[in-house]
């Protein structure tokens, strides 16, 4: 069985490990919850449905497209799946600290695992978009072709944070309060119940400093045509990249200390 999967430290063997928690965690998600599979749904859902209903309903609205409800959903689902992501990483280490200290794996893959596992829950969503999209009428634009570019850009951003994120909330215990304000702020921060070109003068460099901003607008150019932000889109790929490229010095230097504390 080794043999057919690789020899241990191999990447063949580290894919098929990266696989089999990844999974693992989806199983364990799944098999404790009653509604299993449309928690990945209701949270996303429930969200859109509170804020369309705010800003159709109550309020005059003056941000966004129509229909809005595919706006939000198109925005709401990939934010899960960053929130998740990042309120995940602040426990990555902890969580399976005697693993981690003894397995052979190389430790990237706690980083790994959950980039892919609530990936695949972000792509089990989908078709609440995909159902939405058909009834209310939403046109399908040549953007759809940058949806799966908007993905993998994410997972290259989320890995970045994460190899920066994790081994820090091990060393710094405070971290991982504040990074849950951090993610309030950054909700609001990000053109999700917004668009980009709804923010006031003066606030035109935001889409540029927020990674979240060019992604989005991918996501959102596969309905809107207007969505999109050449600009901001080439901002978040080289905030991807280059978090990517920090993550990986920050985690190689961080390593060993991080295996001292646990």
Not at 188 to 205: E, K, M, N, V
Request: proline content about 5%; aromatic content about 14%; charged content about 15%.
């Amino acid at each position: 069985m080794s043999t057919a999967i690789g020899a241990p430290g191999s990447p063949r063997r580290n894919l098929h490990s990266l696989w089999v928690l990844s999974a693992r965690d989806l199983r364990v998600r799944y098999a404790t919850s009653w509604l299993g599979y449309l928690w990945s749904v209701l949270d996303p859902l429930v969200m859109s449905l509170i804020y369309w209903f705010v800003f159709t309903q109550i309020f005059h609205r003056s941000v966004g497209s129509d229909p809005y409800i595919v706006f939000l959903i198109a925005a709401l689902l990939p934010w899960v799946w960053f929130n998740a992501c990042v309120s995940d990483f602040t426990r990555a280490f902890q969580r399976d600290a005697k693993l981690v200290r003894s397995t052979a794996m190389p430790r990237t893959i706690w980083i790994g695992r959950i980039v892919l596992s609530k990936g695949i829950e972000f792509l089990f969503a989908l078709p609440v978009l995909v159902v939405f999209v058909v009834f209310s009428g939403a046109e399908v634009t040549w953007g759809v072709l940058w949806f799966p570019v908007a993905i993998i850009v994410q997972a290259i951003l989320l890995t970045g944070l994460g190899l920066i994120l994790a081994p820090l909330c091990v060393l710094l215990e405070d971290l991982e309060r504040t990074t849950k304000l951090v993610l309030r702020a950054l909700f609001y921060a990000t053109p999700i119940i917004y668009s980009a070109t709804d923010l006031p003068a003066g606030f035109g460099w935001l889409p540029l400093a927020n990674p979240l901003d060019g992604i989005f607008s991918m996501y959102r150019s596969a309905f809107f045509a207007e969505q999109w932000n050449t600009a901001s889109v080439v901002a978040s790929v080289v905030w991807s990249i280059g978090l990517l490229i920090v993550g990986i010095f920050v985690f190689r230097g961080l390593e060993r200390d991080v295996l001292k504390e646990l």
